[in-house]
């Protein structure tokens, strides 16, 4: 069953699709989210996600400025160092590149490794001040608890 806020994210990352040039898709089995976000390349660290690329988010296996959309869905509270993912997601996306990230912020926690959750000016702070990149729009998908 897909909740609400999956259902919210799922209708705004549709009217971003498909994701424009060599894509990224950091995180792609997680949650099963119902939406495709057809990307290029998709990274995971369980192999059993079956992505195209088994990596540890923390130390991207791309070379700098190698994609034009990053993508990191609802996966950043699962991790050890969410700024130093930024830092990494902002390497490796190209100047002028795209970066989609969506975070919880009042969800109720879902997993023992789920670790954050973050407000909008943190979302912001990760996006700029750790991966040097431009928030051009943000969505706000609910106030559930």
């Known amino acids: 069953m897909i909740s609400h806020h999956r ?5 705004v990352l549709a009217t971003m699709l498909p994701l424009p040039g060599r894509s990224l898709e950091i995180g792609n089995g997680r949650v099963r989210r119902g939406l495709d976000l057809g990307a290029s390349v998709t990274l995971d660290f369980a192999y059993g996600r079956r992505p195209s690329v088994q ?20 996966t950043l509270q699962y991790t050890d160092s969410p700024t130093w993912i930024m830092r ?3 390497r490796v996306t190209e100047r002028w590149g795209r970066v989609l990230l969506s975070v919880p912020m009042l969800q109720r926690r879902d997993h023992p490794t789920d670790r954050a959750r973050f407000s909008a000016c943190d979302a912001v702070e990760l996006m700029e001040s750790f991966a040097g990149l431009r928030v051009t729009r943000l969505f706000r998908l609910s106030n559930a608890l």
Do not use: K
């Not at 259902?7 to 209708?11: D, E, T, V, Y």
């Not at 923390?58 to 400025?65: E, Q």
């Open 7 to 11: 259902r919210n994210l799922n209708r």
């Open 55 to 74: 990596a540890d988010a923390h130390h991207l296996p791309f070379a700098d400025g190698m994609f034009q959309t990053v993508a990191c869905c609802e």
């Open 88 to 90: 990494e997601i902002g």
